[in-house]
C-alpha cells in the first residue's frame, strides 16, 4: 500500500465522496428548525448558521477542519477479536456492524490521527457517535491505546474528542474492561509528561465519561452536550422527580466543576492552538500563512525551548 | 427461615412439607414420621443438587443477589480482625454504601474495602442498597492512596447494582469519581486482590475490581449492564431479562474464560446464603493463596502485573 492513500485531501475528497449530498441538499436545524444549505452547513462544521445548534460532525470532516490544511495521517489500530461473545438480541452483533459500516463507511467508532494544528504536531482521536452510537467496545479501547502509544513515541500531546452513548453492550464484559484499559492508556501520557485534552462532545455517558473522558489534563466541552454517567431518564425513575433544565448539559457541568471550559466548535481549533502550546511551553502560534521557520535559526536567536519540545516541533513526519 | 427464589419453589414446598411433618411430630408424641421426613430431606438434597447442577446466567443473577447472600459486612467480620473503619471523603461526606478501613487478615495489616448492600429494610437504606455515590469513590481512592504509601496489601469486595444513579451523584461528578478510583487502582504499588462477592454492576465495580486478581464465587456476576437494562434497550422488552443475562456472559464460569477473572471459588451447594460458613472459609482460603502469590513482587512489578493484565485482556474469545 502507498503512504500516500493514507492523506486525506479533504476538499476534493468531500466533495466527490459524501454520501449524503445529491439527495440533500438542504437539511433542517434539529433545533430552530431553519432549513441550512448543505454546503453552508458543513462549512461551518455542521453548527447551525441561525442558532449556533451543534450537529453531528463525523471524525473525519472533524479532522478536516482540525488539521491545518485537512491534512492528516490515520494510525493503524490493531484489530480485536471479532464478536469475542458471539452475541446476539434481536439481531447478530456482526450484522449490526456491517450495517454500521455500511451506514457510515468508517470501519469502526473511533478514529486516530497524527498531524499538526497551527503547525503544532498532535496525535488527535475522535469518537463516531453515528457508529452504533459510538459504543467503547474493544475496538475503541485499542483506538485509544494505540493513540497515546503513538502520542508517546512522537512526544505529542494527545487531543482526544469523545462522543458514546456507553460501553458496547454486545461485547459484554470486555467492554467494561475498556475502562481500566484506556485508564492505563491515560496514564501512560501522564508519565510520558504530554498533555491530554479532552473534548467532550454531545453525547458523552456511561463508561466513557466515567473513565477516559474525565482524566484529561483539561476538559473542554461543545456548548450544551450532555455528560453524565446515568442518563436523565434512568435517573427520573429513580429517584422520581423532575430534574432541573440544563441538568448534565455542558453548562451545567462547567458550573459544577467538572469542565474547564465550553467551546463552540468553530472556535476549537484556536482554542487547541493556544492551550497546547503554552502547556508545552512554546511561542505563540505564528498567525498567517507563513513558510516554516528555519528550526536552527529560529531557536537560536530566542529562548531555547526544553528538549523534547524542539524534538517533537521539529521531528520531519 | 431461608427465603426461596422463583426456581427454587419446587424445593420449598418440598422442605416446607418436611419442616412441618417435624412440627406435627414435636406436638404429637405418638405420630412417627422419620421415616417419612427423611424420605422428603432426601429429595430436597437431590433437587437442590439438580437445580445447582447447571444454574442458567439468569438464575445466578438472582442467587448473586439473594437476600440473605453474606455481604461485604460479614465478610469483614469473619476474615479479618481487628477491623478499624475509616470514614469519609474529606470533601463532601461519608457515604455508607462503601465500607472500608484498616484490618488484619491472618495478622498481616490489610486495607479491605467493599460495598455493602444491608441485609434488612433500614439497613439497606443506610447503605443505600450497595449503591455508591462520587464521596464512596473518593473515600476508597483516599484508603487505596494511603494503603500505597503505607504499604498494605489491599482487598476489595465487590457487590454492587451499580453506581448510584442520583441528581446530586452526577453533580458531585460520579463520573470523575469512578475514573479517579480505577485509575488510583492502577496506581498504588502494593498488592491490589479483588473478589466479586455478589453482584459487579458495570463501572462501579470496575472502579474497586481494576486488581492485580480477581476472583469470582461461584455463582457471583460481572456484568456492563444488568441484564434487565440490557434487555429494556437491546429486545425493547425488559422481561426478557433471561436471554440477556445468556448472551452477555456474565457468569464467573465465562468471564474466567476470558480471563476476565483469575478464579472461581467454589460455593457451598444451594448458594453461599445456605452455608456462609462454608462461603466465608472458601474465600479466606482463596485470598491467603492471592496474596502469597503476589507477596514476594516489588511494588513496580505490582503496578507492572496489573498493566498487563488488563491491556492482555480480550486477546481471546469465547466459543459460540
Ligand atoms: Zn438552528
Not at chain 1, 470486555?174 to 491530554?196: D, F
Amino acid at each position: 500500500m502507498n503512504w500516500i492513500t493514507n492523506y486525506v485531501r479533504p476538499r476534493i475528497n468531500s466533495i466527490f465522496s459524501r454520501r449524503e449530498v445529491p439527495e440533500n441538499l438542504w437539511k433542517k436545524c434539529d433545533e430552530c428548525g431553519t432549513m441550512l444549505f448543505h454546503r453552508e452547513l458543513s462549512d461551518n462544521q455542521n453548527v447551525c448558521t441561525n442558532c449556533g445548534h451543534h450537529m453531528h460532525i463525523t471524525p473525519r470532516d472533524r479532522f478536516e477542519a482540525l488539521f491545518d490544511a485537512g491534512v492528516f495521517a490515520e494510525v493503524k489500530v490493531p484489530e480485536p477479536v471479532v464478536d469475542p461473545l458471539k452475541f446476539r438480541d434481536q439481531k447478530r452483533y456482526p450484522d449490526r456492524m456491517r450495517a454500521a459500516q455500511k451506514k457510515t463507511g468508517e470501519k469502526e467508532a473511533m478514529l486516530v490521527a497524527t498531524g499538526e494544528i497551527g503547525r503544532t504536531p498532535i496525535v488527535a482521536c475522535a469518537q463516531d457517535f453515528s457508529f452504533m452510537g459510538g459504543s467503547m467496545g474493544m475496538y475503541v479501547g485499542n483506538a485509544i491505546i494505540a493513540a497515546a502509544q503513538e502520542a508517546v513515541k512522537l512526544h505529542r500531546p494527545l487531543v482526544l474528542f469523545s462522543a458514546a452513548g456507553g460501553a458496547r453492550m454486545q461485547e459484554g464484559i470486555l467492554s467494561l474492561m475498556q475502562m481500566p484499559r484506556t485508564t492505563v492508556a491515560v496514564q501512560m501520557l501522564k508519565e510520558a509528561g504530554l498533555p491530554y485534552i479532552v473534548v467532550l462532545t454531545h453525547p458523552t455517558t456511561g463508561g466513557v465519561t466515567a473513565s477516559y473522558a474525565m482524566l484529561g489534563d483539561v476538559h473542554i466541552s461543545e456548548p450544551n452536550a450532555l455528560i453524565c454517567f446515568a442518563g436523565p431518564r434512568v435517573i427520573e425513575q429513580t429517584i422520581r422527580e423532575k430534574l432541573p433544565d440544563g441538568f448534565q448539559r455542558a453548562e451545567y457541568l462547567l458550573d459544577h466543576g467538572m469542565l474547564d471550559r465550553v467551546v463552540a466548535r468553530t472556535e476549537m481549533r484556536a482554542e487547541l492552538i493556544t492551550i497546547i502550546r503554552m502547556l508545552l511551553n512554546l511561542p505563540p502560534q505564528v498567525h498567517g500563512d507563513l513558510p516554516a521557520p528555519e528550526p536552527v535559526a529560529a531557536i537560536e536567536n530566542v529562548e531555547t525551548p526544553s528538549e523534547p519540545v524542539a524534538t517533537a516541533e521539529t521531528k520531519p513526519e | 427461615m431461608t427465603q426461596y427464589l422463583e426456581f427454587e419453589k419446587p424445593l420449598a414446598e418440598i422442605e416446607g412439607k418436611a419442616e412441618e411433618l417435624r412440627a406435627m411430630a414435636r406436638s404429637n408424641e405418638e405420630m412417627d414420621v422419620d421415616d417419612e421426613a427423611a424420605a422428603l430431606d432426601k429429595k430436597a438434597a437431590q433437587l437442590l443438587q439438580d437445580l445447582y447442577k447447571d444454574l442458567t446466567p439468569w438464575r445466578k443473577c438472582q442467587v448473586a443477589r439473594h437476600p440473605e447472600r453474606p455481604h461485604c459486612r460479614d465478610y469483614i467480620n469473619e476474615l479479618f480482625t481487628e477491623y478499624t473503619p475509616l470514614a469519609g471523603d474529606r470533601n463532601f461526606a461519608d457515604d455508607l454504601a462503601v465500607m472500608g478501613g484498616l484490618a488484619r487478615f491472618n495478622d498481616q495489616p490489610v486495607m479491605v474495602i467493599g460495598h455493602e448492600k444491608g441485609s434488612d429494610t433500614k439497613s439497606r437504606i443506610t447503605h443505600n442498597f450497595g449503591m455508591a455515590r462520587p464521596e464512596g469513590y473518593r473515600k476508597a481512592v483516599r484508603l487505596m492512596e494511603m494503603a500505597g504509601r503505607f504499604g498494605l496489601p489491599v482487598i476489595t469486595l465487590v457487590d454492587t447494582t451499580g453506581a448510584y444513579p442520583g441528581k446530586g451523584a452526577e453533580e458531585r461528578g460520579q463520573s470523575e469519581a469512578i475514573a479517579r478510583s480505577t485509575e488510583m487502582c492502577l496506581k498504588i504499588g502494593v498488592p491490589l486482590i479483588s473478589v466479586i462477592i455478589g453482584e459487579g454492576g458495570s463501572g462501579g465495580a470496575v472502579a474497586f475490581a481494576t486488581a492485580n486478581r480477581v476472583a469470582m464465587l461461584e455463582h457471583a456476576v460481572y456484568s456492563v449492564i444488568s441484564p434487565e437494562g440490557c434487555a429494556s434497550i437491546l429486545w425493547k422488552d425488559a422481561e426478557k431479562m433471561r436471554e440477556a443475562a445468556e448472551a452477555l456472559r456474565l457468569t464467573a464460569q465465562d468471564l474466567k474464560a476470558l480471563d476476565v477473572a483469575d478464579r472461581i471459588i467454589p460455593e457451598p451447594l444451594g448458594g453461599a446464603h445456605r452455608h456462609p460458613d462454608a462461603s466465608f472459609r472458601a474465600v479466606e482460603a482463596a485470598l491467603r493463596e492471592m496474596l502469597a502469590e503476589l507477596g514476594d513482587m516489588k511494588p513496580a512489578e505490582l503496578i507492572a502485573d496489573r498493566r498487563k493484565k488488563f491491556l492482555d485482556i480480550g486477546s481471546k474469545g469465547l466459543a459460540a
